[in-house]
């Protein structure tokens, strides 16, 4: 079908504004546009365990060319945005961040998906976590060989996180 047809790609996770889980196509020589079929996590039931399994269930994909990728926000708090565009991070938010970042390097699935509980301002952090469960599908979708690439690192008014990075196998 579709899946089985889709063009080969590495699983990449891009942290940015559409809060969806996706597969993908590339676009092929010629300029071909990309494809995609899409869901959006915002009203579908959603825990942690659920996403990895949902991203675990999906990972014999990526040996078939399947691009897997997650766009959300690490950092995602628009009630305590400030109004002055400023990079430098709310410290609530720098802590928060700086959390996620050492789990994802280590690859700490377990830890992350407890961040509820564990890491420090989650509360503030991730008021609602629609923003932050996209990680998860992708996390689900590790073969073992994978590592963390970052893209960008990178606040916006204080409170959001443009953290962006890949996951690739070496």
Not at 143 to 164: A, H, I, K, P
């Amino acid at each position: 079908g579709l899946l089985s047809a889709l063009a080969p790609l590495t699983l990449f996770l891009l942290n940015r504004a559409l809060d969806t889980a996706s597969v993908g196509q590339a676009p092929t020589s010629g300029g071909v546009s990309p494809s995609f079929v899409g869901d959006h996590l915002v009203n579908a039931p959603r825990t942690p365990a659920l996403l990895l399994a949902m991203g675990a269930a999906l990972a014999p994909l990526r040996d078939k060319g399947v691009l897997l990728f997650g766009s959300g926000g690490i950092v995602h708090n628009l009630h305590r945005l400030r109004g002055d565009d400023g990079e430098t991070p709310e410290p609530w938010a720098a802590a928060f961040g700086a959390w996620v970042d050492e789990r994802l390097l280590a690859l700490d699935r377990e830890g992350l998906s407890a961040y509820a509980s564990r890491a420090p301002h989650a509360e503030l952090a991730v008021p609602t976590s629609e923003h932050f469960d996209p990680l998860f599908f992708v996390l689900g979708a590790l073969d073992g060989r994978d590592r963390v690439e970052s893209v960008y690192e990178g606040f916006r008014y204080g409170t959001l996180s443009l953290r962006s990075f890949g996951l690739a196998a070496p």
